[in-house]
């Protein structure tokens, strides 16, 4: 899911790090680690072209922990503002998703109206949406990155960001239905026919744009005729047809009242 907007995501994190002035010439690589940056004082300027010079090379991790050192050593200067947020983006590229929202939502506690605020919440939103794990899996980050995503839609709707995160939001959505329509089935199998049909339910109900719609109306009709209730089961084949004729899952439902409740008429 996250590769298909891999390519515009790069973009959008190169076009903000130029605006900000804090561009950087390449995110390939990755580092192992850290190596020693135990305290030794250095001038800010020196530091940070240090710490940027890293990032360059791929050192993210240990660009990271330089650009912390920026703001430790040097906490009251302009560059340390620089610092914080290119720490954050630092982390992002090592995969280190955690610090990278941390460093973020530090940047903004500490910055919240400044003109680089909606990079850090996009970082946030990103650092969430990487994490995402398949259906078979806990949802509690895929929710996550659904809120902050929607969050920069609606702090910054006509930004680069939120036309990103528009269309992350519709992947969100999709893999949540997805995952509703795994316990669905799961409950079916089992015979537990109303505990999936408040799954099935809710993919209508709350995700009826994404692309389990169909099948989540072809599961309705399939565990209405097993809790024998006909003509619930006939009015979901219904919907299903006039909102999907073409679709196989409607073909699906279509034989299936055929079959089960052939003249049956829907209350």
Partial sequence: MKTQTRSSTKLILGAALAGATLLTAGCAGRDNGPRDTA????????LYR?????????????AAALFDEVERQHPYSPWARRAQLMGAFSYYVA?????AIQASQRFLQIHPGNKDAPYAFYLIALSYYEQIS??????????QALIALNEINRRFPSSDYATDARLKIDLVRDHLAGKEMEIGR???????????QIRFQNVIDNYETTSHAPEALYRLTETSLALGVPEEAVKYAAVLGANYPGNEWYEKAYELVQDHAAGVVPD
């Fill in 39 to 46: 305290y030794v004082a250095r001038d800010v300027e020196t």
């Fill in 50 to 62: 240090e710490a940027k010079s890293r990032l360059d090379m791929g050192q993210a991790q240990l």
């Fill in 95 to 99: 995969q280190d998703y955690n610090k």
């Fill in 134 to 143: 398949d259906v078979q899996r806990d949802q509690k980050i895929t929710d």
């Fill in 186 to 196: 799961h409950y079916e199998r089992s015979g537990k026919w109303i505990a999936a």
